[in-house]
């Protein structure tokens, strides 16, 4: 059974930084490229930040968000500097390309003064 957990989120000022985690269990960790997700209201979810044989960002994060992975606790981490309101959403991590019964909760990021 695939399970994802995300924690780290919060409410926190433009500019401000915060670190996600997501604890992965099961085999997927270690042989998918795993990535970030977020999703604003009334808008699709996007894929922000991957790492697997590459990493790779959306444009809107680049130099801003760094993805990174400890293979030995089966986390996958998101930091993210000079966080901006339009960065506010529900985050999420699973596979990429990703695993529909893998979504978990997610982990609210509010970005606002």
């Known amino acids: 059974q695939v399970q994802l957990v995300e924690s780290g989120g919060g409410l926190v000022q433009p500019g401000g930084s915060l670190r996600l985690s997501c604890v992965a269990s099961?085999?997927?960790?270690?042989?998918?490229?795993m990535g970030w997700y977020r999703q604003a209201p009334g808008k699709q979810r996007e894929l922000v930040a991957s790492?697997?044989?590459?990493?790779i960002y959306a444009d809107s994060v680049k130099g801003r968000f760094t993805i990174t992975r400890d293979i030995a606790k089966n986390t996958v981490y998101l930091q993210m500097n000079s966080l901006k309101p339009e960065d506010s959403a529900v985050y999420y991590c699973?596979?990429?390309?990703?695993?529909?019964?893998?979504w978990g909760q997610g982990t609210q990021v509010t970005v606002s003064s």
């Open positions: 699973n596979t990429v390309p990703s695993y529909g019964p893998a």
């Open positions: 099961g085999s997927i960790f270690r042989t998918n490229a």
């Open positions: 790492t697997g044989g590459s990493t």
